[in-house]
């Protein structure tokens, strides 16, 4: 997965904020805070993460 500042379009960077790696623009530091993982754990079977 590829992704690019929605500000700037530069390419995002992978960074680790907060004890997570987050895509970061290293031009604008503009965090792109995904919702794939929310959206992942919600996916998950009942009972998988647990
Ligand atoms: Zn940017």
Same mark, same amino acid.
């Given at each position: 997965?590829?992704?690019?500042? #929605? %500000?700037? *379009?530069? #390419?995002? &960077?992978? %960074? ?6 987050? %895509?970061?623009? #290293? &031009? ?13 754990? %919600?996916?998950?079977? #009942? *009972?998988? *993460?647990?």
């Amino acid at each position: 997965m590829f992704n690019y500042c #929605p %500000q700037c *379009g530069s #390419p995002l &960077r992978w %960074q680790e904020c907060k004890g997570r790696q987050r %895509q970061v623009c #290293p &031009r604008c530091h503009y965090v792109l805070w995904s919702n794939d993982e929310s959206k992942k754990k %919600q996916g998950l079977s #009942p *009972g998988l *993460g647990k």
